[in-house]
Structures are given as C-alpha cells and as structure tokens.
C-alpha cells in the first residue's frame, strides 16, 4: 500500500483497539552508552478484523507525519503533532488521536536524561502476547522489535524527552 492510499484511509478509532506502550533501554553500537527505545504497538483488540487494526494505525501515524517503513524521523526538528513527556518513573506519548502511559525503568530514565532523547518504534504489526500490565520476557522483547515485518511495519523517531517544569 501506498502512503497516498493511506491518506485516503478514513481512521476509525474503535479499530484501533489497545496500544500497547514498553519502554527499555539497549547499548547504541556507535558510542556503547545506553539509548531510551520506547515501542508503541498496537494489541489487536479493537472492533473488525486484525487487518483492519493494523489499517488503522498506519492511518494514525501517517496522519501524523510519521512514514511507516521510512527513516527515523527528528521529532525535534520535524513538525510532527507528538510529544513525549518523562514524569517521574512514566513515559507519557501523545498523537492527536491517542496519549499512552508506560512505566519506565530506571535504566531508560537514565538513558532518557542523559541523551535527551528517546528513540520511539510505533509499529502497525499487532502484538497480542504483550498485554500492559504484564511482564515480558527480554527474550520475546528482542524477538519482536527485531523481527523484519515489525521493523518494516514501524514509523521510527527520535523525540526530546521533555520534563515538567518546576
């Protein structure tokens, strides 16, 4: 499918269903310091059919401004309607159709103050093994994110890890 078939896609919220938000944080290969990767996905679970979920989603993100199976996009420097907000231990992302909350280990808040950014893979691929709440296993994490059509299937971007003024 084409980003202007996608366009013309009329988003349909109720088929969105859940998204699914983890944050972790991994050693980036150039420099060997920690980088805060934050991964949105969505669980499957909304009215129709998987497809049309997954539709649904590519319609949010490029609506967005966000190319599915393009390169990283600089949330800082782009125009791109999304924000991330770092509060205590949760990691708060905001689209114009959806606000996530994740909880966020240690490790990622370091690696999100430190770099002062975080690198976001919103991917359309459902993953419904991952419900919120529930612990999963690096194992499976890994095997996911790194999977081809989940790497093919997600808009990537580097968003500033804001924090609330005080």
């Not at 109720?14 to 150039?30: F, M, P």
Request: glycine share 10%.
């Amino acid at each position: 499918m084409t980003s202007t078939e996608t366009s013309e896609i009329v988003l349909n919220k109720a088929h969105l269903g859940t998204i699914g938000v983890l944050a972790w944080a991994g050693t980036h290969t150039d420099d060997g310091r920690d980088v805060a990767f934050l991964l949105a996905y969505p669980l499957g679970d909304g009215e129709g059919s998987t497809e049309e979920g997954e539709l649904a989603v590519r319609a949010m993100l490029t609506q967005a401004g966000l190319p599915v199976g393009g390169a990283i996009v600089n949330g800082a420097l782009s125009s791109v309607p999304l924000s991330l907000l770092v509060e205590g231990s949760s990691a708060v992302l905001t689209l114009p159709q959806l606000n996530a909350t994740c909880t966020a280990p240690p490790e990622w808040l370091a690696a999100a103050e430190k770099r002062g950014q975080v690198h976001l893979m919103f991917t359309t691929r459902t993953w419904p093994e991952a419900k919120p709440g529930e612990p999963v296993t690096e194992e499976n994490l890994q095997a996911f994110v790194g999977d081809e059509e989940t790497i093919r299937s997600s808009a990537h971007c580097r968003l500033p890890a804001a924090r609330l003024r005080r």
